[in-house]
């Protein structure tokens, strides 16, 4: 068990944004840091550590802390760290350049955790909305619905007059956050009724499916004979268009081929399992209620 006084710091890091939180050695959430993307692979390794070191000294401002105070351990579960190797690496590197973050620093990928969690599909649907539009003006692939209202609504999201405009978002001016914004716009024209659009989140749904069951080899037993069956974290704003996902999800997931399990939508930020994660590493267990960080969404069981 940890001392009350130990303060740790999870930090989790996307290719969009990313949340820090500090917890106390008691389990409470003191802290809560909201910044941009601190995925390596995208910003460079210089950069990632910059926006780290931001993101702890915002915290410490918030708590009142001095900033050559050292918080007991750090954890970092980071988009684009999926090699032990480089993770070491990284983690000895961000000591050595800001020894004042803390005592102790921990690396590992974003897909780290105790369950299984949906990841995030609202770039996915926007890009296949966008090959969609790409695919039918060229001819190359015949598309089952009429492509208008999502060619309409993808030319006014990217604000240009056809293809050949639209390009620049896909190469010289990217930008995955904001591509995946015209998502917001594809859901609402589901929700008005457009069949490619409902189409588009079917396929999205089945898709995030595809993902559990590629997954469910290496959970372990006592996560499926829990009450309510595997729990599934689900994170993304995409999950505010849960209705529009179901029915593709169910169509994988569905008829026993996963006979028990709970979507759980988190009411704290997903950074608290890296603080967590960060506690271990020094053999410290923080004693949270995980029932209080997250709400049932949606629940599933075979009915024979």
Known sequence: MANKQELFCGLEGGASLSQLVVVSGDGQLLALVE????NHLLIGIS??????????????????????MRFSALGLSLSGCEQEDMNRALEEDLISRYPNLAKTVIVASDAVGS??????????????????????????????HNTTTVKNTVLDYFQV?????LLQFCYINFSKSFFAGLCVKIAKAAQDGDPLCRELFFEAGRALA?????????????????????????????????ELLKPGFLTTLGNGRLREFTLLRPKTSSALGAALMAARKLQRELPVAFGEHACVMYHYKHSS
């Open 115 to 144: 369950g299984l969690t949906a990841s995030p599909k609202a770039f996915w649907i926007s890009l296949k909305a966008v090959k969609t539009v790409l695919n039918a003006e060229d001819n190359y692939l015949s598309v089952p």
């Open 47 to 68: 950069e990632c550590q910059a926006r780290i070191k931001w993101m702890v000294d915002r915290a410490k401002e918030e708590l009142g802390l001095s900033e050559d």
């Open 161 to 165: 007059k056809d293809k050949f405009e």
């Open 35 to 38: 910044g941009p993307s601190t």
């Open 210 to 242: 595809d993902h559990v069951m590629a997954l469910l080899p290496k959970v372990h037993k006592s996560l499926m004979e829990g009450e309510g069956g595997l729990p599934i974290v689900c994170v993304g704003s995409v999950f505010k268009s849960w």
